[in-house]
């Protein structure tokens, strides 16, 4: 099956930082989105992106399908940014379907 | 707007009793159901899928079993309880916009 890969596993990070985080995946991939889970577990949708690039608000995120990888980008970090970040690929090209998530990012940001 | 409603929140049982947790989406009709698991550490584990009523897949041979006895309802079920069934079960949903979206999870220790 399709390998996903993120890197850092960990990031600390003082307040006001700004940081890349890398999902390398194994093949080509029909969608990509990136999630965050909060301290309490809850599972939160960043960016769907398969390609090209988004910005909402401090994050964005870059997908090079070609090159299969993707980055998300947080500027200006703050404490409530502390939590995994999840990028999960999708092979099926009809419905919706399975994704494979990657092992996550752990991030503390710091005051 | 779509809402995903998952109980109880937290559930504490004993080896060798049985398990039913819940999940339920609101406004919308013929979504594709998910319940993923999450054990210590990071990794989402893909359990089984739905794309419609009665219409189960399983991912990986377990103690566990879904149902999806109404559109909008997927039900995961065990007979007997397993020390190794503890972790943090989430239930997803998808449909005709891209992305999953995640209800907020069932955090099982099975004692």
């Known amino acids: 099956g399709i390998q996903v890969e993120q890197s850092p596993p960990d990031l600390i990070l003082q307040e006001g930082a700004n940081s890349t985080l890398r999902c390398n995946f194994s093949?080509?991939?029909?969608?990509l989105q990136w999630f965050h889970q909060n301290p309490w577990g809850q599972l939160i949708n960043l960016f769907y992106?398969?390609?090209g690039t988004k910005q909402n608000g401090r994050l964005s995120a870059t997908t090079v399908a070609t090159e299969r990888y993707s980055l998300l980008y947080i500027s200006s970090s703050q404490t409530t940014d502390s939590g995994v970040y999840f990028c999960?690929?999708?092979?099926?090209?009809?419905?919706?379907?399975?994704?494979?998530f990657g092992a996550g990012t752990q991030v503390v940001v710091t005051p | 707007s779509q809402t995903i409603h998952q109980w109880p929140a937290t559930l504490v049982q004993p080896v060798g009793s049985p398990l039913s947790l819940e999940c339920t989406v609101e406004?919308?009709?013929?979504?594709?159901l998910y319940w993923y698991r999450q054990a210590a550490g990071r990794g989402l584990q893909l359990l089984f899928y739905?794309?419609?009523?009665?219409?189960i897949s399983s991912e990986v041979p377990q103690n566990l079993s879904a149902s999806r006895p109404q559109d909008r309802q997927f039900i995961l079920s065990s007979k007997k309880l397993l020390l190794s069934d503890s972790g943090f079960y989430l239930c997803?949903?998808?449909?005709?916009?891209?992305?999953?979206?995640f209800g907020s999870g069932t955090r099982l220790t099975v004692v």
């Open positions: 997803a949903w998808s449909g005709e916009a891209p992305g999953y979206t």
């Open positions: 093949d080509s991939v029909n969608n």
């Open positions: 992106i398969p390609s």
């Open positions: 999960a690929v999708d092979l099926t090209t009809d419905s919706w379907g399975k994704f494979q």
């Open positions: 406004g919308t009709s013929n979504p594709n």
């Open positions: 739905s794309v419609g009523i009665g219409q």
